[in-house]
């Protein structure tokens, strides 16, 4: 910075904070195991939740811990069933917070909940969804805890040393980065959903649940609930979930063109997306956007069409079975990633290829296929 | 009514590139923006001043350069900016960001008098995290509404405010008690443009110029990269896949039905997949 400071000069730091590596304070070295915080909304559980449990066993594995399920809600079936839950998707035990209060969700009694369990029962690393529930909570929960949080890590893993590597896009989407929490306890991380696999549920019997008390009565809690207005239209937010996506990019050329994205979706079944110029263009609205400040896919099939596959569509496309991208230019950068590549204009090709669709698919040809 | 509103000038990410080389960020040229989310918390922040009274003061914490910022929401109308500049603060993460964005809050109250709301965007474009709202919230002990989409009303006398919070599974009608901390989505206003004598006033107006000093920061140790719980280990570009992209070669002018052929090779499940989604045709 270029005005004079008023307080003395810090002597230079050397490697920034690479460099500033010690050893763990003793108070926290009794802080072991996994935890996943199990995410739910009127009984419904958010996937990204399972999704995290499969990644935490793999952490925990290698760390040789117990990985533990974190359950917030009302007393009652519901939020057992979430409970039992946990276990089929791999947990070894849970954590159990059951109180009419927690029926909503609200941060404060949410933060008091998670901040008095991880204070009582001491987890080295912490994993939340980074839905608006998720970063709503991590937020309140690292700064109470005076612990470091990595926000929408695309990878999580175990060093050498057993420290919690997360690792995230930066600078945009631009670059990746991976952030450690290594004095700090519990080492803290978001995960976005769809970024982790699914991990297969198994039927296994409920095993060690430890409850704890929240605490508060509802005069303690100044946020109040007045009214819940269900998502009317669940469509907007499958996109994630999908198993067919087709997007499009700059390539084109016009919001007109888009329709062409929604037509050849529409015929699969499938949901639209694009990439980001669209929406900050205002061509299609932004909970259609994919990328990382959009969404993360991970269908069975991805056609992008006209997009050029900068490194933040990339980190977020990845985890697809198939992508096909379709571009003009041979060189951009999304040939360097997708599974099948046509150098051609999606302008021309999508409506050939939505009638190529709609031949192949139609029960009548079908039919006359399979006799 | 006292509204403060936390703004970050950024670098327009849309503009940053990495060099095909060095794989590192050319930073030359690119040019900074308001973060955008933040001017729907500056634009809700005026609107609820036009109707309620009161003083909206906005804050950022930046290098002195983050003065071009202050000077252009000066411009829509602010009645106060602040600038929070010190070297002190480089490196800082989320945690160490709220630290000295808290002191800096406490610091405009005791000076210019206590804030009913602090309102902050959804999160920046350069860090993505959404964290610093819900930090800043629990270091001044204040209540928390994030993703909020609407605010329905504010009752200045008996402190209430009534907000519409956007979630994954619908939306919540949330009352809270003020002070509070605000985190807005964006598409929730749309932004004023000044008035010719805002931008002349704006042109003029003293910027406060606050050291970690002058806000009223003591424990250095707090700040910056010292401050700061998590520690950048490497900055990389994702590793090239060996297998670049099988291309379609056909004489075909328009090659869908080779493309299809294509698809059900690789992925033979999907062709029934395809068929029961596409079932209505």
């Known amino acids: ?371 | 009514m006292h509204i403060v509103v936390c703004i970050k000038q950024v670098p327009d990410s849309a503009q940053i590139r990495v060099h095909p080389v060095t794989n590192t960020i050319m930073r030359q040229g690119v040019p900074t923006i308001i973060n955008p989310y933040d001017l729907f918390a500056v634009e809700e922040a005026l609107r609820l001043r036009d109707t309620h009274g009161g003083e909206v003061t906005v804050l950022t914490m930046g290098p002195p350069s983050a003065e071009d910022s202050l000077r252009r929401v000066l411009s829509f109308g602010v009645d106060r900016a602040v600038l929070l500049t010190d070297r002190f603060f480089a490196g800082s993460d989320t945690l160490a960001t709220t630290y000295a964005l808290a002191t800096a809050i406490k610091k405009i109250g005791e000076t210019f008098g206590a804030p009913d709301i602090v309102f902050t965007g959804k999160q920046t474009i350069d860090g993505d995290t959404a964290q610093v709202g819900p930090g800043i919230a629990k270091r001044l002990d204040l209540r928390q509404l994030t993703y909020i989409s609407k605010i329905d009303s504010v009752d200045t006398d008996a402190k209430e405010i009534v907000v519409e919070r956007r979630s994954e599974a619908g939306v919540q009608v949330l009352k809270s008690q003020l002070p509070v901390l605000v985190a807005m989505l964006e598409g929730t206003n749309d932004l004023r443009r000044g008035t010719l004598e805002e931008a002349i006033a704006a042109a003029r107006a003293e910027v406060v110029r606050w050291s970690a000093a002058d806000a009223g920061i003591e424990d250095m140790q707090k700040c910056g990269l010292r401050g700061s719980p998590t520690i950048v280990k490497k900055v990389f570009a994702p590793s090239a896949r060996s297998e670049k992209a099988a291309f379609i070669e056909t004489e075909d002018q328009v090659p869908a039905e080779a493309l299809i052929d294509e698809i059900f090779k690789r992925q033979p499940a999907l062709e029934d997949d395809l068929a029961a989604l596409a079932s209505g045709y």
Request: hydrophobic letters at 40%; proline letters at 7%.
């Open chain 1, 1 to 371: 910075m270029a005005d004079a400071p008023k307080t003395p000069p810090a002597k230079p730091q050397a490697g920034g904070r690479a460099a500033s590596k010690k050893e763990l304070p003793d108070h926290f070295k009794p802080y072991k195991h996994v935890w996943v915080f199990v995410e739910q909304e009127r009984g419904q559980v958010h996937p990204v939740s399972w999704e995290l449990l499969g990644e935490g066993r793999k952490l925990a594995d290698k760390l040789d811990v117990d990985l533990a399920a974190v359950v917030l809600g009302p007393e009652g079936a519901e939020t057992q069933h979430v409970v039992a839950e946990a276990f089929n998707y791999g947990a070894d035990l849970a954590y159990l917070v059951a109180d009419p209060l927690l029926r909503d969700y609200r941060n404060e009694p949410y933060t008091k909940a998670m901040t008095d369990l991880v204070n009582t029962y001491q987890p080295e690393i912490l994993l939340l969804g980074a839905t608006t529930l998720g970063r709503d909570l991590a937020g309140s929960v690292a700064t109470t805890l005076k612990t470091g949080l990595t926000a929408d890590s695309t990878e999580l893993d175990v060093d050498d040393d057993k420290s919690l590597a997360a690792t995230r896009p930066t600078f945009g989407g631009s670059l990746l980065c991976t952030i450690y929490t290594l004095n700090y306890r519990p080492q803290m991380a978001t995960v976005r959903p769809r970024v982790m696999p699914m991990p297969e549920r198994v039927e296994r019997p409920v095993g060690k649940v430890i409850t704890h008390p929240l605490g508060l009565v509802e005069g303690d809690i100044v946020t109040k609930v007045l009214d819940f207005l269900p998502a009317r239209d669940s469509a907007t937010s499958n996109l994630a979930y999908a198993d067919v996506v087709v997007a499009g990019g700059m390539g084109l050329g016009s919001p007109e063109n888009f329709q062409l994205v929604k037509q050849l979706a529409t015929t699969l079944g499938a949901e639209y997306g694009c990439s980001r110029p669209l929406v900050q263009k205002g061509w299609v609205p932004s909970d259609r956007q994919i990328g990382q400040t959009g969404k993360t896919i991970r269908p069975k099939l991805y056609i992008a069409a006209g997009i050029s596959g900068a490194i933040q569509h990339r980190v977020e496309v990845e985890g697809s079975d198939l992508i096909v991208a379709i571009n003009t230019d041979k060189n951009a950068p999304i040939f360097d990633f997708a599974h099948v590549g046509l150098v051609a204009d999606a302008i021309k090709l999508l409506p050939a290829l939505t009638e190529a669709f709609r031949r192949r698919l139609s029960p009548h040809n079908r039919d006359k296929l399979a006799s």
